[in-house]
């Protein structure tokens, strides 16, 4: 079964609904193909008790700006699901779910689309699949002894669906310092592996971290910014929205309880090792703090805002174990959470850098009527997230409509 579209969708995220939105506005007509459902990576690849870690009041969808009750609070996932389907359903999104696009190649003068039992041609296309795609798993995860349980962040959904035991999280972004928490909190025993991240403070000067973010330009930095083009992979900060928000870094956790390891370095029988690197990393991210802080200063001065003050803690100097016995310690699961790498080994088109990123400007690739959105990095530092990837879905919107003319 073949059949035709003018402009085809791939993804019904926020980054494929918020394209469709402004294609709605100018009225192209256009397909959403999903995968599973509306906001599906919402649904099915976050923990129970996932909340937002951005406020309320940085949602800023198009045509659906937060002004809910709570701006200051975290959507917990159910409310954030239910609140990307209304959107959906508020502009009549044309999705197409259970439409997995399995291979994207030049065809019939445009595009031609598999899906597991058609073909569509489409005139332009716009892959929108995620900004986290393929989960990574660093070097020496394939030595993990087979009778310990492995999971991926994204297929955990809490402590109690957790084999009994001790767990072992590795990676310590923004996810894994959350998860360390949460499964700390429910009774167990908790290693976390930690590598390099800044982390932030939840509120400075009474306002929200993110709120200074904002405020200072820190989320509108261009990837020409970065020290590199590695640090895309760089993670989120550490801090969390549970319980109306809190600080959640590396001292945190140490307090709590939570025992900090450096980097996981492979196993070895049932024994696992782990680099002597903590301090490194606990630097690392108060050195980037103080940036981030520099940042908003000067991104304050022109404003004749007065800048956050931040007392820097001491340097946090643990001595960390480099080597668990997984009998002995009583390691009954691992959680993944080493970060993300781009997935677009379906797009037939060579617009990749070396990386695998989608080499674009502004969304639009070399391939006329070839378009990516939600991408990390791909305008600005906010492009992947609820606050930015509407000002980038109306700039690939207006290329598309252009295009036409
Ligand atoms: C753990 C975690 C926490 C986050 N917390 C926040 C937060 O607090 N605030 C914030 O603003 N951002 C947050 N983000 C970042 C960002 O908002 C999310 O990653 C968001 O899901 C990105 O939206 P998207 O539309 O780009 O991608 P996705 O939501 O992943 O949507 C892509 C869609 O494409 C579909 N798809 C994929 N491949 C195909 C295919 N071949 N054919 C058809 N369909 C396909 C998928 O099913 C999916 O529905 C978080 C990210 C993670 C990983």
């Not at 085809?8 to 506005?25: D, E, P, R």
């Not at 970065?226 to 870094?249: E, V």
Request: include cysteine; charged fraction near 20%; glycine fraction near 12%.
């Amino acid at each position: 079964m073949e059949r035709s579209v003018d402009v085809a969708i791939i993804g019904g995220g926020q980054a494929g609904l918020a394209t469709s939105w402004h294609l709605n506005q100018a009225n192209v007509d256009h397909v959403v193909l999903e995968s599973g459902r509306v906001g599906e990576t919402w649904r099915s690849r976050r923990w129970d008790s996932f909340c937002l870690v951005t406020p309320n009041e940085f949602i800023h969808l198009p045509g659906a700006k937060y002004d809910g009750p709570d701006p200051d609070g975290f959507l917990p996932l159910a409310e954030l699901v239910a609140y990307i389907q209304s959107w959906a359903d508020s502009f009549g999104a044309p999705v197409e779910g259970n439409s997995t696009v399995t291979k994207l190649e030049a065809g019939g003068g445009g595009f031609r689309l598999t899906l597991a039992s058609s073909t569509i041609k489409a005139r332009t296309v716009v892959v929108a699949t995620g900004a986290y795609q393929q989960p990574y798993r660093p070097a020496g995860a394939e030595s993990l002894p087979k009778d310990v349980v492995q999971l991926l962040a994204e297929e955990f959904t809490n402590p109690a669906a957790l084999p009994p035991g001790a767990v072992l999280v590795v990676g310590s972004g923004q996810t894994g310092c959350q998860l360390a928490e949460e499964i700390h909190e429910s009774g167990r025993k908790v290693f976390l592996a930690c590598g390099r991240c800044i982390w932030v403070p939840r509120r400075m000067d009474g306002r929200d971290v993110f709120g200074w973010m904002v405020e200072s330009g820190f989320l509108d930095r261009t990837p020409d910014q970065l020290p590199s083009p590695a640090a895309r992979l760089l993670g989120n900060p550490q801090t969390t929205g549970h319980g109306k928000g809190h600080d959640l870094n590396y001292r945190v956790l140490h307090d709590l309880g939570v025992e900090l390891l450096g980097r996981y370095a492979g196993a070895d029988g049932s024994k696992l090792h782990f680099a002597d690197d903590l301090a490194a990393s606990v630097d690392f991210g108060d050195a980037r703090l103080v940036d981030l802080l520099k940042f908003i200063e000067a991104g304050c001065a022109p404003k004749g805002i007065t800048p956050p003050t931040v007392d820097m803690p001491p340097p946090l100097r643990v001595k960390t174990r480099t080597e668990l016995d997984v009998a002995k310690d009583g390691i009954g699961s691992v959680i993944w959470t080493s970060g993300y790498r781009p997935d677009y080994g379906w797009v037939k088109f060579p617009v990749f850098d070396s990386m695998g990123f989608p080499q674009q400007v502004d969304g639009c690739t070399t391939v006329p009527g070839l378009y990516f959105m939600g991408v990390h990095w791909m305008r600005k530092g906010k492009s992947s997230i609820l606050y930015g990837v509407g000002e980038d879905a109306g700039i690939v919107a207006r290329h598309i409509v252009e295009s036409r003319t």
